[in-house]
């Protein structure tokens, strides 16, 4: 099965905001609210920032804020800091066999 | 709160079989939810490998389902990987997390061991 479909990279200045996007199919993304984005600094874990596509965990910021419509999940950054910078992963839940997929991530970079 | 740490050899030759164990401290493995393994190979994404419920209940990647054996042991509170017929495509990663009941979430997330696959 193909992951999900991230842009490679994104990029903003301190203060901004931007909107990274996920694209998937109605069997995954479209089908089910079941989107999750996990950030990943470089040479550490990753971390829960968003579930249920739009619910944010205790202790993540405001800042950080899901959508979706349609086949397409996006995560959006407002206010952007430094200690953004990371990479940053879709995942969604999936019909059949496949169960779980996960894009192929984005750097972003502030 | 919960804390997950992967341990395993960190090589493995290969056509031979990849083993890890993920030991939870914080909460029991049998308190509802998923419990489960993600790699990631050296400046690649994500790919899931499987989860497990404590009750045995399993869900498999199917692309890994014929080489893969996701197991928990209740009374030691920590639950295995294991991988079989591994090939240099395996080194990676490998995380151990805690999910939702319907997949939907991966939390927390292991430090995660680096498994080279190399004769």
């Known amino acids: 099965q193909s992951a999900l479909t991230q842009p490679a990279s994104v990029s903003g200045s301190p203060g901004q905001s931007i909107t990274i996007s996920c694209t998937g199919t109605s069997s995954d993304i479209g089908g089910y609210n079941y989107v999750s984005w996990y950030q990943q600094h470089s040479g550490k874990a990753p971390k829960l920032m968003i579930y249920?596509?739009?619910k944010r965990p205790s202790g993540v910021s405001n800042r950080f804020s899901g959508s979706k419509s349609g086949n397409t999940a996006s995560l959006t950054i407002s206010g952007l800091q430094a200690e953004d910078e990371a990479d940053y992963f879709c995942c969604s839940y999936a019909d059949g066999t496949t169960h779980v997929m996960f894009g192929g991530g984005t750097k972003l970079t502030v | 709160q919960v804390q997950l740490q992967e341990s395993g050899p960190g090589r493995v030759k290969p056509s031979e079989t990849l083993s890890l164990i993920c030991t939870a401290s914080?909460?029991?493995?049998?308190?509802?939810?998923?419990w489960g393994w993600i790699r990631q190979p050296p400046g690649k994404g994500l790919e899931w490998i499987g989860s497990i419920f404590h009750t045995g209940s399993v869900y498999y990647n199917a692309s890994l389902k014929s080489r893969v054996t996701i197991s928990v042991d209740t009374s030691k509170n920590h639950f295995s990987l294991r991988l079989t017929s591994v090939t240099a495509a395996d080194t990676a990663v490998y995380y151990c997390?805690?999910?939702?009941?319907?997949?939907?979430?991966?939390?927390?997330w292991g430090q995660g061991t680096l498994v080279t696959i190399s004769s």
């Open positions: 997390v805690r999910g939702g009941n319907y997949l939907n979430w991966f939390d927390p």
């Open positions: 914080g909460d029991s493995i049998t308190n509802g939810h998923y």
């Open positions: 249920d596509v739009t």
